[in-house]
């Protein structure tokens, strides 16, 4: 007599399955746009029922969800950004880093920083990679000077607004990531107005690995 398949077995296999959909849904995104994503499309080429792909993800809304959570899942997975020895050097490697995170797949940074698909938002599973992503990227910075909110945002505003013009106005090129730098001096005359912290240590900060 043959055994079950135990519990474990079957999450593994579904864990898999999961991966793949995602990753053939990033395929398709890349191909035919966020909007033109379609569930009997990605079963067809997956090679899938659409009632068995509603199994795993019973609206487009989820498969955006799952999508964004792996979106943010591949940022952390990443080397962080550098911790340099003042404010301009440690801010030109978190933005330089945040800029070629988003111009690698235009089609993931619409999906994770721009309201891109009318009524979807994120899960507090999702959003909550989000929100380690954002700390993690900012923490090279609090490392060397204190940044308020307001300082955050205005740094944000300033990559992802030169993001949205390469993207927009020069794909491929790069007439808005070579005004980088010069944006990020402007910034750094607000910041060294706050107080600064002795440079860390070379090869000190690490990241506590997450649980698979």
């Keep these: 007599m043959l055994a079950m398949p135990s519990p474990d ?13 995602v990753e053939m849904a990033w395929e398709l995104a890349r191909e035919h746009g966020l909007a033109g994503l379609s569930l009997r499309d990605l079963a067809r080429r997956l090679g899938m029922a659409a009632p068995s792909l509603y199994s795993y993800f019973d609206s487009k809304h989820a498969l955006y969800d799952a999508l964004f ?3 943010y899942r591949a940022m952390l997975e990443m080397d ?9 050097t440690t801010l030109r490697n978190v933005a330089r880093f ?3 995170f988003a111009l690698d797949d235009p089609v ?22 989000a929100q380690e992503a954002y700390d993690w990227t900012a923490a090279p910075l609090r490392a060397v ?3 308020t909110q307001g300082d955050l945002d205005l ?28 944006a990020v001096d402007l910034l750094v005359h607000r910041l060294e ?10 090869g000190r900060r690490t990241r506590k690995k997450r649980n698979p």
């Design 9 to 21: 077995w079957r999450a593994k296999r579904r864990a898999a399955a999961l991966g793949d959909i």
């Design 69 to 71: 959570a792996d979106g």
């Design 80 to 88: 962080p950004p550098a911790e340099g020895d003042d404010v301009r």
């Design 98 to 100: 945040y800029m070629q």
């Design 108 to 129: 993931r940074y619409q999906l994770l920083s721009q309201r891109t698909i009318p009524g979807f938002e994120p899960s507090p599973e999702a959003y909550a990679l």
């Design 145 to 147: 000077v204190d940044v």
């Design 155 to 182: 740094i944000s505003a300033v990559i992802t607004g030169l993001v949205s013009q390469q993207l927009a106005n020069d794909p491929g090129g790069t007439r808005w990531v070579r005004l980088l730098d010069d």
């Design 193 to 202: 107005q706050r107080k600064t912290h002795p440079a860390s240590p070379r």
